[in-house]
Nanobody, 125 residues
Framework: QVQLVESGGGLVQAGGSLRLSCAAS????????MGWFRQAPGKNREFVAG????????YYADSVKGRFSISRDNAKNTVYLQMNSLKPEDTANYYC??????????????????WGQGTQVTVSS
C-alpha cells in the first residue's frame, strides 16, 4: 500500500513558477517509480512527467519540456514538480501517482496503482 499527498498548488500569473510536492508513505519509496499527471475540466487526465526509482531517468510530455522539472528525494519520501514559465493552458488539477512495476516512463494513467487527491494549479493571463 502507498499513500500519496500533494501540496503546493495555487494561483499564479502567467510566466510565474510553482513547486508541487508529493509526500509518500507506506511501501519503501525507493522501490517504485513516480509520475505527475494533470486534468483540466472537460479533458482527459494527461501525463506530465515521470521519474525512475533511483531518479536517474526522467520523462516529460512535449508540452512541458524545458519548463517543468521532476525530481525526488528518497530520504524524504517526496517527489517534486518544479514548474516554470507557467501558461494559462497549464491550469489543471495535478496528481502524483506511483508506478510499482514500471520505470516512470509510462504515459498511461492506468499503469499507476496509487494516486494522490490532487492539488489545483491556476495560471492567470
Amino acid at each position: 500500500q502507498v499513500q500519496l499527498v500533494e501540496s503546493g498548488g495555487g494561483l499564479v500569473q502567467a510566466g510565474g513558477s510553482l513547486r508541487l510536492s508529493c509526500a509518500a508513505s507506506g511501501r519503501a519509496f525507493s522501490t517504485y517509480a513516480m509520475g505527475w499527471f494533470r486534468q483540466a475540466p472537460g479533458k482527459n487526465r494527461e501525463f506530465v512527467a515521470g521519474i525512475s526509482r533511483t531518479f536517474s531517468n526522467t520523462y516529460y510530455a512535449d508540452s512541458v519540456k524545458g519548463r517543468f522539472s521532476i525530481s525526488r528525494d528518497n530520504a524524504k519520501n517526496t517527489v517534486y514538480l518544479q514548474m516554470n514559465s507557467l501558461k494559462p493552458e497549464d491550469t489543471a488539477n495535478y496528481y502524483c501517482a506511483a508506478d510499482l512495476r514500471g520505470a516512470g516512463s509510462n504515459v498511461n494513467s492506468g499503469a499507476y496503482e496509487y494516486w494522490g487527491q490532487g492539488t489545483q494549479v491556476t495560471v492567470s493571463s
